[in-house]
């Protein structure tokens, strides 16, 4: 193996392999010690009398993660609950929606109505949009995110909303809408889509996988129903919190996948304290590990005190590293960046020169752990961890595509050693 670029001093915070230049925080975060070490002091807690714990420590545990969230990203403390992933919380979502709730006129899903998506959102939710439409006779409408198109590059906000919304009819009923695309990691100007689709009557379901700690962000200021975010990527908590935040005029009513003891009950227990039906709901589902969730709090805590700055300065200089990383790369590839930087946060995903004809069934057709075995050949070859894939349209152009991720443990350093990387593996193909 090469020699790999040394990382910054923040690397020393997190657990990460050091034979390898960890270039995807994008895909599932990583979690720095500190913050791991606090989970571990809430599971000794839970494992040293779970009866007391599940009985009281529990809720005096997730309020104090609710209480940072609504301090750092808007509104009231009792409007966040928590899921596993936000893949469950958009499902939990698409369950209540599908009976009216949070529909603007209260009527269940049925045949006719349509779910308005863009094709890049996450695999995973669309696979739960497509179930629900299944299940309801409504009808996906699935609109082609502008990444493809090269003669619209660089693309802005402008073309992003207007794509959308030309997609609009009287039958949508709801929007499913990333905050930041996973595959093109592109920052959706939400709010202005938000305030589109409500005006037309649409209902808006936010999955900001990446959100919080990404971007800066006021929820409650977006004006949407429904939103949430996975904790464990850029707020970088322990793996297994998502938080849900559903507007609260949405609460009463709106309920969890599963219903566990204090669903139906008429009091609540006296560790409970004062909190609503919808909170207590979600709070316990069942016997399992909430730590990762009581240890939002302590991420939200200890990043900044890695970076020796707030949230803030975390999120502008990760849009900075990015940015830089960027052009660089772009530069070195000769390449062209489909995106505005209005529409860049932490991630960029960038296009890789086209292949030629007589050449793209053959690499495109070598075995793969991941989506393209480039990406193989840069973790194998390089101790590079980056993700490729290969456009929509797969053979048609060759095209294919890769993202980089800023994070405090990356530096301008490793995207060169990328760039080098990426320069040899082509050549070699």
Not at 109 to 124: K, S, T
Not at 219 to 227: E, N, Q, R, S, V
Not at 330 to 351: F, H, K, N, S, W
Not at 405 to 415: F, G, I, K, R, T
Request: aromatic share 8%.
């Amino acid at each position: 193996m090469p020699t790999l670029p040394t990382p910054p001093p923040a690397a020393r915070h997190w657990r990460l392999d050091p034979r390898v230049t960890y270039l995807n925080h994008g895909s599932y975060g990583a979690c720095p010690t500190a913050v791991l070490d606090a989970q571990a002091k809430w599971r000794d807690q839970m494992e040293a009398d779970a009866v007391s714990f599940f009985a009281r420590g529990l809720f005096d545990m997730l309020d104090r993660s609710r209480r940072a969230l609504a301090a750092e990203f808007g509104g009231e403390a009792g409007d966040y609950v928590f899921c596993r992933n936000a893949t469950t919380a958009v499902e939990t979502i698409l369950e209540n929606v599908a009976r009216g709730h949070g529909l603007a006129d209260g009527r269940p899903l049925g045949p006719g109505d349509e779910l308005l998506a863009f094709d890049h959102e996450y695999r995973a939710c669309l696979n739960n949009l497509n179930r629900l439409a299944a299940r309801t006779g409504a009808r996906v409408v699935h609109v082609p995110m502008p990444l493809e198109r090269e003669e619209l590059w660089p693309i802005g906000v402008d073309e992003i909303v207007e794509s959308l919304l030309a997609a609009v009819t009287p039958r949508t009923r709801i929007c499913l809408l990333s905050h930041i695309t996973s595959a093109s990691g592109a920052v959706l100007p939400v709010a202005r889509i938000v305030r589109e689709l409500e005006h037309r009557g649409v209902t808006t379901v936010v999955d900001a996988a990446h959100g919080p700690g990404a971007v800066m962000v006021d929820i409650a200021a977006l004006g949407c129903a429904f939103y949430t975010s996975n904790c464990h990527k850029w707020l970088c908590s322990p793996k297994g919190a998502a938080l849900l935040w559903v507007r609260p005029d949405l609460q009463d009513g709106f309920r969890p996948l599963v219903l566990s003891n204090h669903a139906e009950a008429n009091a609540f227990p006296l560790g409970a304290g004062e909190r609503s039906k919808y909170q207590m709901e979600f709070d316990y589902t069942g016997t399992d590990d909430y730590t990762a969730a009581g240890a939002v709090a302590d991420a939200l805590e200890i990043l900044p005190q890695i970076a020796d700055t707030d949230w803030r300065g975390i999120i502008a200089r990760n849009h900075q590293l990015v940015l830089e990383g960027r052009d660089l790369l772009c530069q070195r590839l000769g390449v062209e960046p489909p995106y505005a930087d209005e529409l860049i946060g932490p991630m960029a995903t960038l296009p890789l020169p086209i292949v030629e004809e007589s050449r793209r069934q053959s690499l495109a057709a070598r075995p793969t752990y991941f989506a393209d075995a480039l990406q193989d050949a840069l973790l194998t070859n390089h101790g590079i961890q980056v993700p490729v894939w290969r456009n929509k349209s797969d053979l048609a152009d060759g095209r294919r595509y890769f993202r980089i991720s800023a994070q405090l443990y990356n530096s301008v350093e490793q995207y060169e050693y990328l760039a080098g990387g990426l320069v040899e593996e082509l050549e070699r193909e």
